[in-house]
């Protein structure tokens, strides 16, 4: 049988990544022989191309794994398949689980998976396969003949080692490591013990009650072999491993290290909660490989995080944590949220001022966004804070109506937080004596662009970094002295969707001032919408001797190409600074 999966992940913000859930069915289906093939869609697609592939692929089945936030494309694309198709669609996913009476509803929805989908969807596709009827398949509702048909809740797999791992034959791996930094992500473990009450594993743990062992862990071996797997597949640098608390399980996690380390050198990041760290599980961690872990610190104010959030951990035991980090030199990224019920100007206050202590390497900001089920979804209902608005992510606007915060100052809020996580990133990735990004706020700048000169994150070609971001025309300028024997390193690029559209390139130009006038000491013309060659960072490397022991003013100067078109040029200066070179 032939199965089309339909994954939306339209303005999300994020890179392009791998769905563990999609990926564990996936491969349960095809260890029996079913056929399978996923459209990935990061824009909107059409009545026309989603007909076209419906036709070139004849599937018996079209799967539409969805979240709260892309479930209105699936509506839209269920819409259209049933305007010409009578193929069954089926709806599955954390936001189908959470709310299957609503979802079921939608007209052109045949079934919705209730639970988790690897034995459920495999005795579905079977019964297609053999002509049985699927109306009573458990783990699923049906409506047929306009009534809905709710079936039993099928028992959560004991054994995670049972299910086959997968080879991911589906996805475009080689853009979506690339998309992820070079980086490959894996999970070990389903579950996560506690309870946020934002969280939708928190409203997961309640429709899985009576229903089987919640947190349950592959084996260490099994995790292990998927690395060994994937690395036979697929080129990769780097490893996420992305169960909910990688640590939970100390022995597990001890065992895992140890074996890890043995036989594999890549390096690797997870999640990590408070509570849980030691300063020996990190120092584990650390020896085995670990570069980076990931917390959530969501709240500033202590109230808010425990009364509101449900999360029970101080302020000085995230600092404690977080100085372990430092210590043992593993990096930290870290997840923030505003606007949530109760919030107010201190608070979010409250969260600027922790992340000034906590100088972690990567901050995230995000805006509370309610999912149905879990219980701050339903304090917002009864609270009557609830808009009909529907958004694609958790980066656009606040869907609440909050008595005290209006959406544009929550949304101004949001981007000064990210402005000055840049400033952070910056300093935590300082580069030589006078790093040009992390001084932004020493220069004069000069612009003719509406958009200002500012830090900018841009990846190119699956690295990233933060960069002064100076659309042309534009000039910033620093003076200072010159030490002796310096040089000056920097990265040039143009972000990625110049590369397809906009005007045609622009010159980096730099430019030192000095007693006797300025001097040009570097142009350079970059293209990338016309020169496949200029699809990189573009190292660059100056010899300033000769300005030793005196104070210059360096302007760094992005001008238009020879058409003048200032269309989408992105220019970014990264990694810009001083050094002194070995006498």
């Avoid at 030691?278 to 650390?286: D, G, I, V």
Wanted: contains cysteine.
């Amino acid at each position: 049988m032939r199965v089309l999966w339909v994954y939306f992940d339209i303005g999300t913000g994020n890179y392009l990544h791998y769905h563990h859930g999609v990926g564990a069915i996936d491969a349960t289906l095809r260890e029996h022989g079913h056929d399978t093939k996923l459209l990935y869609f990061q824009k909107a697609p059409t009545r026309a191309l989603i007909w076209g592939e419906v036709e070139i692929f004849s599937p018996d089945a079209i799967f539409f794994p969805i979240n709260t936030h892309q479930w209105m494309y699936a509506r839209q694309v269920c819409d259209w398949i049933k305007e010409r198709f009578s193929i069954l669609t089926v709806a599955g996913g954390i936001h189908a689980i959470l709310d299957p009476e609503n979802v079921i509803k939608h007209p052109t929805l045949d079934a919705v998976c209730i639970c988790e989908g690897e034995y459920p969807s495999l005795e579905l596709v079977e019964n297609l396969k053999s002509g049985k009827p699927i109306w009573d398949t458990d783990g699923f509702y049906f409506k047929k003949n306009g009534e809905i048909v709710r079936n039993k809740f099928v028992p959560l797999v004991e054994n995670l080692d049972e299910i086959p791992i997968s080879r991911r034959e589906i996805w475009d791996m080689a853009s979506t490591i690339e998309d992820q930094d070079w980086e490959v992500q894996i999970m070990g473990s389903r579950g996560c013990p506690y309870k946020c009450h934002y969280c939708a594993n928190s409203g997961r743990m309640q429709v899985y009650r009576g229903h089987g062992q919640f947190i349950r862990q592959r084996s260490v071996e099994h995790v292990l072999k998927e690395v060994e797997v994937l690395s036979d597949l697929y080129h990769f640098g780097r490893i996420f491993f992305e169960d909910d608390v990688f640590i939970m399980d100390k022995s597990w996690a001890s065992e895992f290290c140890k074996k890890y380390k043995q036989r594999f050198s890549f390096p690797f990041k997870v999640y990590i909660r408070v509570e849980d760290t030691t300063y020996e599980a990190l120092r584990e961690l650390k020896d085995a490989g670990c570069y980076m872990v990931s917390i959530g610190v969501e709240a500033g104010n202590e109230r808010l995080r425990k009364r509101i959030l449900n999360r029970h951990m101080s302020n000085d035991e995230i600092v404690r944590v977080f100085k372990w980090l430092d210590e043992l030199q593993i990096k930290v990224w870290d997840f923030n949220m505003i606007g949530f019920p109760e919030e107010t100007e201190k608070t979010i206050d409250d969260l600027f001022k922790l992340n000034r202590t906590l100088r972690p390497h990567i901050a995230q900001i995000s805006i509370y966004y309610p999912y149905p089920g879990t219980a701050l979804y339903k304090i917002c209902e009864k609270k009557g804070l609830l808009s009909k608005r529907e958004q694609t992510s958790y980066f656009e606007h606040s869907t609440l109506k909050l008595p005290d915060l209006p959406d544009d100052y929550i949304k101004q809020k949001f981007f000064e937080f990210r402005d000055e996580s840049l400033k952070i990133r910056a300093a935590r990735y300082r580069k030589g004596h006078y790093d040009f990004v992390e001084r932004l706020e020493d220069a004069a700048v000069k612009s003719s662009s509406p958009e200002p000169i500012k830090r900018q994150l841009f990846q190119i070609n699956g690295l990233s970094t933060v960069v002064i971001l100076a659309h042309p025309r534009s000039e910033a300028t620093w003076q200072l002295a010159i030490k002796p024997n310096t040089a000056l390193r920097a990265f040039l690029g143009m972000y990625e969707y110049s590369w397809q559209w906009g005007g045609e390139g622009a010159y980096f130009i730099i430019q030192i001032e000095d007693e006797s006038g300025k001097h040009e000491v570097f142009r350079r013309y970059v293209d990338p919408k016309n020169r496949p060659e200029d699809r990189r960072w573009i190292p660059i490397e100056l010899d300033l001797t000769r300005w030793g022991n005196k104070i210059v003013k360096i302007s760094f100067i992005t001008e238009p190409g020879p058409s003048g078109d200032l269309t989408g040029l992105w220019c970014g200066w990264g990694a810009t600074h001083l050094f002194q070179k070995e006498a």
